[in-house]
């Protein structure tokens, strides 16, 4: 079993900034994606970015250019450094850490980020 705790969420207003976190309480696949995704009222959950832990990384276009994903192996801890927020960003942000080729992955319990206009 794998706990996922994030941390970071808030409320902003329109074009600042904030940082969510996210800390496996281990590692059990050898390769691995450790991502974020995020739900909005009414919205189905979709995929912000994601990071393997060989580095590659991908972004949903309505992110690219605003938002970086990073990874701290040794910590098992995902970032999400999100600039120039937009309203349209609120929602609910979760971590989820999968195995890399197969099915099984883990998730958060989301943490709540409000963009004011």
């Known amino acids: 079993q794998v706990q996922l705790v994030e941390s970071g969420g808030g409320l902003v207003q329109a074009g600042g900034s904030l940082r969510l976190s996210c800390t496996a309480s281990r590692s059990i696949f050898s390769r691995n994606v450790m991502g974020w995704y995020r739900q909005a009222p009414g919205k189905q959950r979709e995929l912000v970015a994601g990071?393997?832990?060989?580095?590659?990384?991908n972004y949903a276009d309505s992110v690219k250019g605003r938002f970086a994903i990073s990874r701290d192996n040794a910590k098992n801890t995902v970032y999400l450094q999100m600039n120039s927020l937009k309203p349209e960003d609120t929602a609910v942000y979760y971590c989820?850490?999968?195995?890399?080729?197969?099915?099984?992955?883990?998730w958060g319990k989301g943490t709540l980020v409000t963009v004011s206009s």
């Open positions: 989820n850490y999968r195995h890399a080729d197969y099915g099984l992955d883990y």
């Open positions: 990071a393997t832990n060989s580095g590659t990384t």
